[in-house]
């Protein structure tokens, strides 16, 4: 059994979001990148989730326009994956975003790039989240931008 907090200090998030994504390097191994969600969680609502006094996992919410919110960063620790973290932490960003816009979107690696940014895909696919453009240069050519939306409803 897991609770889901928010965080409502900077150093405890920025905390939070360091302890977490050291623990996903397939996922966050470029080091300027992983420091630049850490540093940028300060500014942003972060949720976590427990167990006990363990961490295991955070999701951190951000506003890309006055019509739609966008979920920053998600990482739940490996040994924790599978277990329906991932899903309630996204359950609570989405009730908080409700309150503010229409749509939810999420950028990630592009579907067929690398198999663990497919598990990705494959999680956010199914809570409801839709194709919506591929940027292929913006991150680089061996990790295409991958936008996924969903209607708050």
């Known amino acids: 059994m897991f609770v889901i907090k928010e965080v409502k200090y900077e150093d405890q998030k920025m905390a939070v979001v360091a302890e977490i994504l050291k623990d996903l390097p397939e996922w966050f191994g470029i080091p300027e990148s992983t420091q630049a969600y850490i540093e940028g969680a300060k500014d942003l609502q972060v949720w976590t989730a427990f167990q006990e006094s ?3 996992g955070f999701v951190s919410l951000s506003y890309s326009s006055e019509d739609c919110a966008e979920i920053d960063c998600l990482g739940v620790k490996k040994a924790h994956q599978g277990r329906g973290i991932g899903s309630q932490l996204l359950a609570t960003l989405e009730s908080e975003a409700r309150k ?54």
Request: with cysteine.
């Open 54 to 56: 363990d961490l295991l």
């Open 100 to 153: 503010n816009v229409d749509y939810l979107q999420v950028k990630t690696v592009a579907e067929g790039s690398n198999k663990d940014y497919d598990r990705t895909n494959v999680f956010y696919r199914s809570l409801g989240f839709k194709k919506l453009e591929i940027f292929p240069q913006l991150w680089g050519p061996q990790n295409p931008c991958q936008i996924l939306i969903k209607k708050m409803g």
